[in-house]
Structure formats: C-alpha cells, structure tokens
C-alpha cells in the first residue's frame, strides 16, 4: 500500500508595518545597536500597533490572506486550523476558532497549540498527524504571535529581541514521497524557570499585584536559555540526518528558529551546511517565537525547489525542542 505523507503545499506570512529599529530601541533603554546586532544578529523588528490591528487573530488572518492569494486555496475545503502560538488573543476562547471563521473555513474545527518558540514544529508534526491517519485532506498550520503585547519594554534583556509576525502553511496527502519524513520532539520541565511569564497562570492569577510588579512580562534569564538552546537544537539536527542517512550535501535547505544568529550558526556548522543553505530573517524580523519558521519559508518560497530536503529545528520556553525533516512538494511555477 502507498504511503501517505504530509505535504506543505501552499504557504503564506504577514508582518505588521511598524519597524522598531535598534536606533530607536537606544533611545528605550540602555543598549546600543551595536550590542545587539553582534550579540543577536537583529536590526529591527515588526510591532503590531493598535491602529492597523490587535491580537494575535489579526497577524494570522493576514497571513492566510497572503496564502490564498498566492495559492488559489478554498477557504471552504479547509477541514482542520492548528495555531501555534505563545499570544492567544485571550486566555480562554481559542484563537484558532476566530482565525477559521474569519477566513471562511466555516467547516474546519480548530485549536491553539503552545510549545513557546517550538510551537510551529510541534504544530506542524501534529498537523501531519491527521493527514497521514487519513482522516483529514487539508490542516492549515499557523505559526502567530503578537510578542508586543508580552514584553516589557523598560527590560532591555527581553524588548530589543522579540517582535511580531505570522506565517502559515497547508498540508495535504502526498503519494509521490514528499512531505514530511521524520521528526525529533523533545522537551525538559526542569527549564522551565529560565523562560516564563510568571502571572496569569493557574499558579498566580492576575491582580493588581501582579500588575504592579509586572509579573505578566517575559522573563528570560537569556546566558541560561543560550546554553541550552545552542547543544539540544544541534543535537537533534545531527540526530535527524544521520537517522536518514543524509550527508551535509544531501540537505538544500536548514530552517532554524530565529532566536539569536548565534545558535542558528552554531547548529548549521553542525551539520556541516554552509551559511548560503540557511534561512535568515532575524535580521529584520526578531524573535517572533511561533512565526519564525513558516515566516522563512514566506521569505524562502521562490528558492525552494520540489524534492529540496529541509531540516527544520527550534527551541523555546518550556524548555521545549525539535527538529523535524520534510521534502518540499511545491513545484516552483507556483
Ligand atoms: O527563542 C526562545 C529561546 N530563546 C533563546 O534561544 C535565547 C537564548 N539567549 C540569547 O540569545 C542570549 O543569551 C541573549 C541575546 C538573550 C543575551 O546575550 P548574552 O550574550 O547571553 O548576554 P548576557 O545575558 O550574558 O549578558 C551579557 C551582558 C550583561 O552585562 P554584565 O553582567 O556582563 O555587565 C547584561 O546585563 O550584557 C548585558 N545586557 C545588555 N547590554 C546591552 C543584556 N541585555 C543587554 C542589552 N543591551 N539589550
């Protein structure tokens, strides 16, 4: 019997208009671009402003705007919306719902999905998932997170990294061995203290003391979260090339989350890849946690070819990690 894989077939990504370059950032708080371009490798970042849209829902909506543009996809056909997503645009009441009913999937059912800055990954395996039961012919997969509206930008150790961003892709059934191959998922409790947001949870509801001490920001003790991020993102990109057998030369393309230019190079000399196969937009985009990897493959879609095998990999709070190996299925005349 044929085996059935996920395929990305279609993908699409916003980012809101507003740039909060590193100069302005100096005027902020006490930094200087020159400390974050070489401790980051960022230059600015999109902010989500009031007046062109709020909530996460927003940044998502637009982006699978941006995808049925580009791809020609029917709304209607869509049967299931995953949002990964560290934002929802309110604690209870999934974003994901708002997201398929604002863009006419009046038949898929939907739900939000959060692993921090590998919610994408985690989203993306559990979307392939349904595909591969047979169940489901279309899953749209979002990757959406207004981090503006969980910073604290008097706290230069968190406001100069993050930003705002939205990409999204839609899998389908494949026949031909394209999609997604294999996957690594994993994830250690014990992090959890070096990246949190400490109210608002079960453990302290908000009030105004929580308020007051601004316990409802991102805290990320960044030196602890560094170390972490920089063994287990390699670790498990090695991992997945050598379980299938691919050589540096076998891979065209790394996709690597976006969270310091600095761990995206250490896992690519890993592999062995050289700095022409990695996808970058940190540059200008941030850490836009969820958003960072289908925003390269938004940025990336014109270079890709079908058969391309690309190695996706990320960290993120929790902690959480992944690195997850799919053969790209969209010819390039789209
Ligand atoms: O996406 C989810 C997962 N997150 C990550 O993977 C982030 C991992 N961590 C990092 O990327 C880095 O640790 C940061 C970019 C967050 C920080 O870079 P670092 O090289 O690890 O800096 P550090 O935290 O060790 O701080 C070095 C110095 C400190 O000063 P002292 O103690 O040496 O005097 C900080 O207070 O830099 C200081 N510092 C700053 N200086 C200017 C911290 N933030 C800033 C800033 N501007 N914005």
Known sequence: MTQVKAAITAVGGFVPEFRLTNKVLEGMVDTTDDWITTR????????????????????????????????????????????????????????ACKVATDIGAKNAFGYDLMA????????????????????????????????????????????????????????????????????????????????????????????????????????????????FAVTNMADVSEQIMKRNNLSSDDVQWLVPHQANLRIIDATANRMGLDKEKVMINITRYGNTTSGTLPLCLYDYQDQLKKGDNIVFAAFGGGFTWGSLYLKWAIDPKN
């Open 116 to 227: 921090a800055c590998s919610s994408f990954i985690y989203a993306l395996s559990t979307g392939s998932k349904y595909i591969q039961s047979g169940q489901y012919k279309k899953v749209l997969v979002v990757g959406a997170d207004q981090m503006s509206s969980i910073i604290d930008y008097t706290d230069r150790t968190t406001c100069v990294i993050f930003g705002d961003g939205a990409g999204c892709v839609l899998l389908e059934p494949n026949t031909e061995g394209l999609g997604i191959q294999d996957e690594i998922l994993r994830s250690d409790g014990s992090g959890r203290e070096y990246l949190k947001i400490d109210a608002g949870g079960s453990i302290l509801p908000a009030s105004a003391e929580t308020v007051a001490t601004n316990a409802h920001y991102v805290k990320q003790e960044g030196r602890q979260v560094f170390k």
């Open 40 to 95: 980051t490798g960022i230059k600015e970042r999109r902010l989500l402003k009031k007046e062109e849209g709020s909530g996460t829902s927003y940044l998502a909506v637009k982006a699978v705007e941006n995808m049925v543009e580009r791809y020609g996809v029917d709304t209607s056909d869509i049967e299931m919306v995953i949002v990964a997503t560290a934002t929802p645009d309110m604690p209870v009441a999934a974003t």
